[in-house]
Structures are given as C-alpha cells and as structure tokens.
C-alpha cells in the first residue's frame, strides 16, 4: 500500500536555527498537507499544496510541493521555542475518495 | 466559537470492558473521521462517515465501533475485542470532499490506558 516516508524521525536545534524537512511517496500524490502536533493535543494543519512546483508560505514556514509529485518539503527558519512538537505530511490515498494517509512525523525539540 | 470537542481527555478501560469516546462538531461539516495515533507512528484510520447514517471501515476497523445518528455527533467505542486499545484518539471533520478539500480538522484528542 502507499507509505509516506518522513525524515528526520526527530531533530534536536538551537532556537534561531532553520529547520527542514521532507516527505517522499512510492506514489504520486495530487494534494500535500503539512500538519503541527503539540503534545497531548490534535494535529493543526500549517500549509495545504495543491500543484506540483507550488512554494507556500505562512509566516516563518515554507512548504514545497516536488516536481515528481513523490515528495514535499517544509522548512521552518529561524526556529522559535514555540515550534516544538510533531510535524506530519499527509496526502488523500486514491480509491478511499480522498481518506488522508500520514507520515509518521518529524519529532523537532528546540533548545533556547 | 466553532471547532471539534472531545471527551473525555483521559479515559481508563478495565478488562472486558466496553468505553466510548464522543466527538462533537458545530462545523456543520458533513464527514466525520476517528484516527488511532501510538507513540512515534502516523495516524491510522479506523472509521470514517461522510453522512448521517452511514459509516465506513478504515484501515484498523477491528475491535471498534461507530455511530452517525446526527451530522455533529461521531462516537467510538472501543470493545472489549480489541486487545491493545491503549493509545490517543483523535477525531476530525471535513467539509463534503471536492478535488481540493481533504483538510481534516482535529479535536484535542483522548488518550485511553488499560487498567
């Protein structure tokens, strides 16, 4: 079945750093999502992509949408205390009419 | 304000024992999701209903069930026949799906231990 492989697994940085990171499919995907989890609480979605070559942002994030619509990359800059947490890549898995599959998250720590 | 609630935040399970988890919606969105997420792992599907009344499996149905009775009410219970329920729960909505509106919007979430 499809998998949405996300990497780093986990990144620990320096508060004012950047951050990146990706997700890559075995399969082409039509729609990227990248969702924010803080702990103990439900996934908040940061960037929806919807064409390939898309550049998206919203504030100090920036997602990408790949040419060969297999991946996507988000990248945070100048990371802030506040943007620790869980960071999914989702995209809607074809014949469940649109039923999202995620990644299993990049776990980002930030030391002040 | 309009959003997803969930209750309970925590919920313990005895042995053989069946709970349900609500999910309550004022988003007037028409699907409604229930995803199963274990520490360091994605979110998996277990049920999902994009109207009143009807429901569909997802990818880990078994052990669980649901309900869609009104457009802002989605239950799950988990049964006495799953066997490892011990996870966070999270429930989401979306408005009727079109080429371009997968976003699912998320409750806080419930997280169930066995007891």
């Known amino acids: 079945g499809q998998q949405l492989n996300q990497s780093p697994q986990s990144m620990f940085i320096q508060e004012g750093e950047d951050v990146s990171m990706n997700c890559t499919s075995s399969?082409?995907?039509?729609?990227w999502l990248w969702y924010k989890q803080d702990p103990g609480e439900g996934p908040v979605l940061l960037i929806a992509?919807?064409?390939?070559?898309e550049l998206t942002s919203n504030g100090r994030l920036t997602a990408q949408f790949g040419i060969t619509r297999k991946d996507s990359f988000l990248n945070i800059s100048a990371s802030i205390p506040s943007d620790v947490g869980i960071y999914f890549c989702?995209?809607?898995?074809?014949?469940?009419?649109?039923?999202?599959?995620f990644g299993k998250g990049t776990k980002l720590s930030v030391k002040p | 304000d309009g959003g997803i609630t969930q209750s309970p935040k925590y919920l313990f399970r005895k042995e053989g024992q069946n709970v349900t988890l609500s999910c309550e919606q004022n988003?007037?969105?028409?699907?409604m999701y229930w995803y199963r997420q274990d520490p360091g792992q994605g979110l998996r599907l277990i049920y999902y209903?994009?109207?009143?009344?009807?429901?569909q499996k997802g990818d880990i149905a078994e052990g669980y069930s649901v309900s869609r009775e009104k457009k802002e009410s989605f239950p799950l219970t988990v049964t006495s026949a799953q066997k490892n329920p011990t996870a966070f729960y999270l429930c989401?909505?979306?408005?009727?799906?079109?080429?371009?509106?997968?976003?699912?919007?998320f409750g806080s979430g419930t997280q169930l231990s066995v007891l």
């Open positions: 989401a909505s979306s408005i009727l799906r079109t080429a371009t509106n997968e976003k699912l919007f």
């Open positions: 399969s082409i995907f039509n729609t």
């Open positions: 992509l919807y064409k390939a070559g």
């Open positions: 989702a995209g809607p898995y074809g014949g469940s009419q649109g039923n999202l599959i």
């Open positions: 988003l007037n969105h028409d699907a």
């Open positions: 209903s994009q109207i009143v009344n009807d429901f």
